[in-house]
């Protein structure tokens, strides 16, 4: 059945999410409570996020953190950073705190400059073509009049209207090449509307005019960062060997274009990160910086470092074209928010912070490279992330980030370490001992309290021995679970991983359900009755598979494995264990 779809922006959201999920999707109500757990409880503030783009359905969240302690330009800052890969905040943390003692970053904006073409076609001869441009060039400015007066107000406006040449590049090719200074806004609109008229103005029956834009690349739309201290300050032991090296590393950087992308992905890191956090363009400032690092014809670093009469410095020039007013960054709540954090900056200070977070990133990969490698601090920020993957408690956090102070953090070796701590750990309860399961529940009474979860002791009863009615084939669910799912949810009953606490099957209703029975005996009576059916179940169907509505079908031998884990785990949550 074909996908394609008329009039889908003419749906409402609801209408587009039903559509998506029935049409794309083996369980549509999985699926549209994954999108909607990411929906703000606020309407209005929902409402808003929704009108940005086309087509929204939900928010994609990514985490929003905070540098503290740079110094720039003696003016103290808390940079906001919006990133994904972790390590990157800390470390740009760790370095802005270095520099703060020896100076912080000094910064200095080279230039604010703005571009964008008229880009058009002409056959004629080239005379001709230049005394028509020297005769309306004046005209030319006065067709943007109306659209430049408030910037030309705040100190903006066009600064110059050249006629390029590029015949030599392709055949009739010429161009209109504007500059402008746009202050504190982005200018994105304000320079596509001048060009626009300006081309409405130029063109004639000879002048065929191919697309008005403004350019990504600004190069003179520059700012510079530096950082610099004596060499036996730096910190480190042989402080001379680790500056010759440190300025090896970026030597390469400059030399090597493989290399030099990598080097500079990471200045991006730290300025990328400020650019979503303050609702700008991190695309167009991406492209501007690498298009800058190929401007002598072969990429090369961004960053620069000499050591010169005992002083070790180190710089970076990047454009970077910036606003703090207009589009995004006066709509999103969070861009707000960041730019009073950072004390309301221009966009001329809004590009020096920028580009010390980036320098600040890109001395922190290069520390790392030239000493103790980039794996062993990136690791070790990333060693949260492993842990939480394999939903390890808070104990076993602790344990495993002690045993790593002094070892390689590796992914292999956490997943190793985790598996040890498991294996002495974890007291599986086996319930098909009768005796065992009763002397353990008979502990409980009503006012029992867990230590997780909703359920009280009762209900935490009643619901082993639904999920048990389940296995002993009682309680059909009628559910389906993918092959595709469980391939890849069912090994995990091979493991001696344990449920972790958030697991729930999409059948499950949030709350817990009513109580069936008088008391907490009756209720073990059950559950002792249903493991009894649960055996003699699959003494009469040894070959039977029933489906469990997480992992898919089971056989007996994988209904114990799981069951071993369920009780466990719920076992757990009374301090039965």
């Known amino acids: 059945m074909s996908k394609i779809i008329s009039g889908f922006s003419k749906f409402t959201k609801q209408e587009k999410i039903d559509w998506l999920t029935e049409n794309f999707f083996q369980n549509p109500s999985e699926i549209k409570q994954t999108i909607q757990q990411y929906w703000n409880s606020n309407a209005d ?184 201290c004596k060499i036996d300050d730096l910190g480190v032991d042989n402080p001379q060997k680790f500056a010759e090296k440190f300025k090896q590393a970026v030597d390469i950087a400059k030399a090597e274009p493989y290399r030099a992308v990598t080097h500079n992905k990471g200045i991006m890191n730290g300025i990328d990160a400020v650019v979503l956090a303050t609702g700008n363009d991190f695309r167009a400032i991406e492209a501007g910086a690498h298009a800058y690092a190929s401007r002598s014809g072969s990429y090369s670093s961004l960053s620069h470092c000499t050591i010169d009469d005992g002083i070790f410095k180190f710089w970076i020039e990047i454009p970077l074209a910036l606003g703090t007013v207009g589009g995004l960054t006066a709509l999103h709540p969070l861009a707000k928010f960041s730019l009073e954090l950072l004390q309301k900056p221009t966009a001329r200070e809004l590009m020096q912070i920028m580009a010390a977070a980036g ?71 086996n319930f098909l001992d009768e005796t065992l399961i009763r002397e353990k529940l008979e502990k409980l009474s009503s006012d029992s309290k867990p230590i997780f979860g909703k359920m009280n002791a009762q209900q935490m009863i009643e619901h082993l021995s639904f999920v048990t009615q389940i296995a002993n084939n009682t309680v059909k669910t009628g559910l389906f679970v993918s092959d595709e799912k469980t391939a890849r949810r069912k090994p995990f009953l091979d493991t001696d991983n344990e449920l972790s606490q958030g697991f729930r099957p999409s059948f499950l209703s949030d709350e817990p359900n009513a109580l069936q029975f008088e008391s907490l005996t009756e209720a073990i009576d059950d559950l002792v009755n249903q493991i009894k059916k649960f055996e003699n179940y699959y003494k009469v169907n040894p070959k039977a598979k029933i489906v469990h509505p997480f992992f898919g079908e089971l056989n007996y031998d994988y209904w114990k494995k799981f069951q071993v884990k369920h009780f466990t785990h719920h076992f757990k949550q009374f301090n039965l264990l």
């Open 45 to 228: 503030l929902q409402n808003l996020h929704d009108d940005f783009i086309e087509n929204t359905i939900t928010n994609f969240y990514m985490p929003f953190g905070v540098a503290p302690n740079f110094v720039i330009n003696n003016k103290e800052y808390v940079i906001p950073m919006v990133i994904e890969e972790s390590s990157v905040v800390a470390a740009a943390s760790l370095v802005a705190k270095f520099w703060s003692k020896k100076g912080g970053f000094k910064t200095q904006v080279l230039g604010t400059t703005k571009i964008g073409q008229v880009h058009f076609m002409y056959a004629g001869h080239k005379n001709d073509l230049k005394d028509y441009f020297n005769k309306n060039k004046t005209e030319l400015y006065a067709a943007t009049a109306s659209i430049t007066k408030n910037m030309e107000k705040r100190g903006g406006g066009i600064l110059d209207i050249v006629l390029v040449d590029k015949t030599d590049k392709l055949a009739n090719y010429y161009q209109l090449h504007v500059t402008f200074e746009t202050k504190d806004s982005m200018g994105a609109n304000f320079i596509n509307s001048c060009l626009e008229a300006i081309a409405n103005q130029f063109k004639n029956d000879e002048i065929e005019i191919v697309m008005s834009i403004l350019s990504n690349y600004v190069p003179e739309c520059l700012v510079r960062a530096e950082v610099s």
């Open 359 to 429: 320098l600040a990133q890109n001395f922190a990969a290069l520390r790392a490279l030239t000493t103790k490698g980039i794996q062993h601090g990136h690791m070790k920020m990333h060693l949260q992330n492993i842990l939480n993957q394999f939903n390890a408690t808070e104990a076993e956090k602790e344990q495993i980030e002690k045993y790593f102070e002094k070892e390689t953090v590796s992914h292999s070796a956490v997943v190793e370490k985790l598996e040890e701590i498991r294996k002495l750990k974890i007291n599986w309860i």
